[in-house]
């Protein structure tokens, strides 16, 4: 029995595909295809870059990116768009031109049907394996957030305040209620 050879996907190969409204990401070497997001993701992604903008990036933390924005991991040749990054101050020479090089400090993504399981599993373990700070994982559903640390074998749960660390201090909290009513 002879068995197919396929591809190695990279993240160069993923900034080839259409403009098509869709993200394309490459993660140990297969391609991942997400559909538009909802309104109401889209809203919660908003609201999150507002409060993140206004704890992190006014008092020169750091800077906070939207989607669609490219995260390249060059030693892996993979790459992702997050719906939210952050980068801090003391790091701001890994964002380039085009993309960023190399992982956030904070990673956020807001899960959907569609995307939930590859988001807990698959982009969890490439978060921690490059070395995010902190990955947050937004469930509308239940209304709550997962914090993961790099070197986390499980997460911390948040579904009424959420603490908003740089340079190692909490530097405000984010009201998830409010948040969750988008």
């Known amino acids: 029995m002879s068995r197919m050879v396929t591809a190695r996907i990279t993240w160069q190969d993923a900034q080839l595909m259409p403009e098509d409204g869709k993200r394309y990401e490459a993660i140990d070497g297969e391609l991942y295809v997400t559909a538009a997001p909802t309104p109401r993701h889209q809203r919660i992604v908003h609201a999150l870059d507002v409060e993140l903008h206004q704890l992190l990036e006014v008092p020169s933390h ?3 990116y939207p989607a669609p924005v490219g995260v390249a991991f060059a030693d892996s040749e993979e790459g992702v768009q997050p719906d939210l990054i952050f980068i ?18 904070l990673v956020v993504e807001i899960l959907s049907p569609s995307t939930a399981d590859r988001d807990r599993t698959i982009k969890r373990k490439l978060y921690q394996r490059q070395g995010a700070g ?5 469930d509308p559903a239940e209304e709550s957030v997962e914090v993961w640390t ?8 948040y579904s009424d305040r959420l603490p908003v ?3 190692g201090k909490i530097v405000g909290e984010i009201d998830l ?6």
Do not use: C, K, N
Not at 134 to 138: N, S
Not at 150 to 157: E, F, I, K, S
């Open 150 to 157: 790099a070197t986390a074998t499980t997460p911390d749960r």
């Open 134 to 138: 902190e990955y947050w994982i937004v």
């Open 177 to 182: 209620i409010s948040l969750f009513q988008q």
């Open 88 to 105: 801090a101050t003391e790091r701001l020479e890994i964002i380039g031109a085009t993309e960023i090089h190399g992982a956030p400090d």
């Open 165 to 167: 660390w740089a340079g």
């Open 62 to 64: 750091g800077r906070v």
